[in-house]
């Protein structure tokens, strides 16, 4: 909505100068349009980013929100699409309709870019999805306080006792209904050719002590966006809702089982359907 907004404002301010200056031919009415549209967009962006650190001064994290549905929530989110929109990212959403309304779930997902969870976070944001992070992007400044008071939970990879008190926390959170949780189980970002990383099965005990089921999604695309983020050309990403995994069979196998059951089908998925086939599609 934001950045409509700016881009609203942007377009009839810049029209207005032009009014007002009245250029005595077509190019010059056509090049100042455009250069106060761009200093105008520039600074409704700047403005934005002063407001969001203001904000993010303001969250304390040893005092966060008890509901996730706050102004931070709404801003953060606010923020995601405006970034997305002005680096002209498009995100494609498939099979949306596999997502449950009303039944919690943990997502699970592969992990190619730092976008990742900013595509799940503003996008399946009416489903009240936050995500299991890795300890360093909860201690971005600003930043990660916004992460923490979105519902997210740190993932600290280095002290196994930490990481435990987080899966039960998001355990915990899921059975409340405080909020659904999404996580990589490859624990990184997947530099390499390969569809996937190994999966880490620890992942999957946040299933299996909330008792709730699992959905399998795959994203692909997004680790395409550095390189392609300032060419003015779309960039395109596609998120993949694909399957469940029922409440009985978490409860009935192993988190290695569920984590090689999950695997599998996410190889399957990648290896159909191949990122690169997909940058410049719109479908």
Known sequence: MLYYIYLSLSL??????????????????????LLYFILLFLL????????FALGGYTIDRNNLPKDIHTFYRWYGFESLLLLMRSLHIRIHLHGMEKLPKDTPFLLVCNHRSIFDPMVGLAYLKKYNVAYVSKQENLEIPFVGRYI?????????RENPRNAVKSIRQAAENIRSGYANYAIYPEGWENKTSDPLLPFRAGAMKIAKDAECRIILSAIRGSDKIFRRAFTFRPIHIHMDILETIPEDIVKQEKASELSDRAFRILWDHLTEHPADRYLSAKG
């Open 12 to 33: 009839l301010g810049s029209g207005w100068i032009v009014y007002l200056k009245k250029p005595e031919n077509g190019f010059a009415i056509v090049g100042l349009f």
């Open 44 to 51: 409704f962006f700047l403005l934005h980013l002063l407001v």
């Open 148 to 156: 923490a008071a979105v519902g997210c939970l740190p993932l600290d």
